[in-house]
């Protein structure tokens, strides 16, 4: 079974960083692309970074690039997204998501095989 669990989620200023975790375990993430998708109240999931399986190649949505990167370490089965001069807007529910085939980049959340339970990043003074 596919399990995904994200933490580092918390409380930051405006211009402040963060890093998300996110562990995977019952399989091996190296397989498998990653994606980090967020959802700010009363909004859908928007996909903010995707680095592939194959040749670890990224993507980031314009709202977060050059702010965020989306760096994986298969030996300890985890993937992160380090966040950078964090803005209010960046304020969201933040999970990520593990696809094993088909196109890629793909930003329907719904073509994923499996989602993690989110974690919470707030941006504020």
């Known amino acids: 079974q596919l399990q995904l669990v994200e933490s580092g989620g918390g409380l930051v200023q405006p211009g402040g960083s963060l890093t998300l975790s996110c562990v995977a375990s019952?399989?091996?993430?190296?397989?498998?692309?990653i994606a980090w998708f967020r959802q700010a109240p009363g909004k859908g999931h928007e996909g903010v970074a995707f680095?592939?399986?194959?040749?670890?190649?990224?993507y980031y949505a314009d709202s977060v690039k050059g702010r965020f990167t989306i760096p994986r370490d298969n030996a300890k089965n985890t993937a992160y997204l380090q966040m950078n001069s964090l803005k209010p807007e960046d304020t969201a529910d933040y999970y990520c998501a593990v696809k094993g085939l088909g196109p890629f980049p793909a930003y329907d959340w719904d073509t994923y095989d499996a989602w993690g339970q989110g974690t919470q990043v707030a941006v504020s003074q």
């Open positions: 019952g399989f091996n993430l190296k397989y498998y692309a």
């Open positions: 680095i592939s399986s194959i040749d670890d190649r990224t």
